[in-house]
């Protein structure tokens, strides 16, 4: 969560250049939509999608490491 946070603020303050580029890039993969026919029901949900950047993958790896240092 905090690496979302930090995605985001940067996003928000950081001028444009190269370190808001690469701060601040991000991929987002979707996958939808998804159609499920059970005879009395019918379900259609999507598009699915997952927002990963840079630094929330930072943030997981920092509570990886905390969380490894406590247990």
Known sequence: MLGGLLHAFLRRFLP????RELFTWS?????????????????????IGLDVSLLA???????????????
């Open 16 to 19: 444009q250049g190269p370190a």
């Open 27 to 47: 991929v987002t993969p979707t996958i939808g939509p998804i159609h499920l026919d059970l005879l009395v029901l019918s379900i259609t949900m999507g598009p």
């Open 57 to 71: 993958v930072v943030g997981v790896a920092i509570a990886f490491l905390v969380a490894r240092s406590l247990f």
